[in-house]
């Protein structure tokens, strides 16, 4: 990305084993990811010097390791986490492998809407599948290496269980794999907030039991009014703006759980209306190293079908469109072949 509103698809130098315990990978899929839009839409900056690296989710076969990597092999199909990790560190074996004292973002330092990526940490950061899957299979495995872990670590945050209701703030791939994560964890109820239709579908087909078309105030009212008055028990808030945060607190009844997983920009949170609705928050960047193995695991057997999120799908020369079609909405989430 050279500046908003500016992708090209260039030549890059081959990626190569460095460390010892790199990987290299030639990507069979790869995505373009919400949060690839904040710096599209000028929310964050871009260094006019050296540009940023796009891509931080990717499915592909190994090709070359290092002398150190003993987990992964040359020819496995792999899914990495957009976040490098060693997983062995005391924050990995905590479960926070986002949080890794090695801890790098995919994203701008790799980059993998490509061809092929190196891979640092291959041990710690990527994780084989069984054997090499069926085509179908691949958007379902793609989707685990974030967005379908990041609505799991959102339903997991929030204490999405038996019994419970849930409320997912945000209708875009997170949000929908976040009702799809609350059912898989037995959520009872589980309320979709979408105004758009073909969304609100996604969210049945995954689960969904309500839809909530209002927002702000008058959404926070609707699910109390869903909610004999209290409020729901778990909520997913995965948007991360000051607008969703404030009406995911406002969801969320006495005791209950937010689980925040949308990228935060300039959210403020109020210190009084906090301390007074006593909540519990926990989120941030997902874990999901963490659920890998679970996730890949049920895609295999066919018990869940994630890749449904991608409703449109290019080839890797024309990712600018991509771009433009999630920047419009004419699109949940971009499927890139290289």
């Given amino acids: 990305m050279y500046a908003p509103g500016d992708v090209r698809v260039v030549d890059r130098e081959d990626p190569r084993i460095i460390e010892t315990t790199d990987a290299v990978i030639r990507l069979t899929a790869t995505c373009i990811c919400g949060s690839d839009l904040w710096p599209y839409r000028g929310a964050e900056p871009i260094d006019a010097d050296r540009h940023l690296l796009m891509g931080h989710e990717y499915v592909g076969v190994v090709e070359e390791v290092g002398a150190d990597v003993t987990s992964i092999r040359v020819g496995d199909f792999v899914v990495g986490s957009f976040v490098i990790s060693d ?128 927002r702000g105030d008058e959404g926070v009212a609707r699910i109390k009014e869903l909610t004999d008055g209290l409020g729901a028990h778990s909520v997913i808030e995965a948007v991360g703006t000051q607008e969703s945060m404030m009406q995911a607190i406002g969801s969320t009844r006495p005791g209950g759980h937010l689980g925040y997983v949308g990228v935060s920009h300039d959210v403020q949170l109020p210190g009084d209306e906090l301390f007074f609705s006593e909540i519990h928050l926990h989120g941030g960047p997902a874990p999901v190293r963490r659920f890998l193995p679970d996730l890949i695991d049920r895609i295999w057997r066919r018990e869940i079908d994630p890749g449904r999120v991608f409703d449109l799908e290019l080839p890797l020369t024309d990712a600018a469109d991509g771009y433009k079609a999630m920047d419009q909405r004419r699109a949940i989430k971009v499927l890139l072949r290289p």
Wanted: aromatic share 4%.
């Fill in 87 to 214: 997983n062995t560190c005391e924050i990995c074996r905590a479960g926070y492998q986002s949080k890794c004292v090695h801890a790098d973002f995919v994203h701008g330092t790799v980059g993998t809407q490509s061809e092929r990526a190196r891979i640092p940490y291959a041990d710690g950061t990527l994780v084989a599948t069984p054997g090499m899957p069926d085509d179908d299979l691949i958007p379902s495995l793609l989707a685990a290496s974030d967005v379908l872990g990041t609505g799991w670590f959102g339903a997991v945050a929030a204490e999405a269980g038996p019994g419970k209701t849930v409320a997912v703030v945000g209708d875009g791939a997170v949000g929908l794999l976040g009702v799809l994560a609350a059912r898989e964890l037995g959520a009872e109820r589980i309320i979709a907030m979408s105004r758009h239709a073909s969304r609100q579908a996604l969210a049945r087909g995954f689960g969904a039991t309500d839809i909530v078309t209002e």
